[in-house]
């Protein structure tokens, strides 16, 4: 999935993108909230981290910014929201949630907390249990573990990352760009053949029969009827 950290201290910010790309995110950091916006107008972004104190504004306002739509953003649906802050009474917190923040999380944290926060903010709607499965794929982004029919998949950060994207979208037809977009970050070059050939390595170890289908000149699709 593709995060957005919205945080001015570097080493917080290298910190935390540095343990999301470990889970397999792809991770963009923002400094401000002037470069926020920029991101969150050319990328589509699953999940969005705001600090609240900024150098060029606040996190508060960006967020409320972002949930009514005042903001350009690329995608069907905004970014969820979680509100990343060293102001704990509770007036602060109940403002960070009026604002419209899907969740909230008081620094200093413990990695795991924010991990598990994430791995919450990122589920969809439709699904309540934390494991997915498609036919005889199952995969627990909590335990970062893949299986096909019992046994298990050894998949590097990448491969992992997108087999969870087309299980969090069967049946749905994804474009190389959309891909792109929600499985790679900003350092990925838009015109390498990336996409393809990690593919093809995830198809070689996810065996028969073939769960990655090729849709010509559309894009790929992992169908929930296996
Ligand atoms: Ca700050």
Known sequence: ???LIVE????????????LRRRGHAVDVAGGVIDAELRLGSAEYDLAIL???LPDGNGLDLCRALVRGELVTLGPS???VLMLTARDDVDDRVAGLDAGADDYLIKPFAFAELEARVRALLRRDDESSPVLAVGDIWLDPARFVAERGGSPLSLTVKEFALLEF????PDEVLSQETLLEHVWDEMADPFTNTVRVTISNLRKKLGDPPVVETVPGRGYVVRHAL
Not at 166 to 169: I, M, S
């Open 51 to 53: 600090d609240w104190n």
């Open 78 to 80: 905004r970014p969820r």
């Open 166 to 169: 087309f299980l969090r979208h």
């Open 1 to 3: 999935m593709r995060l």
């Open 8 to 19: 001015d201290e570097p080493d917080l910010a290298d910190a935390v993108s540095r343990g």
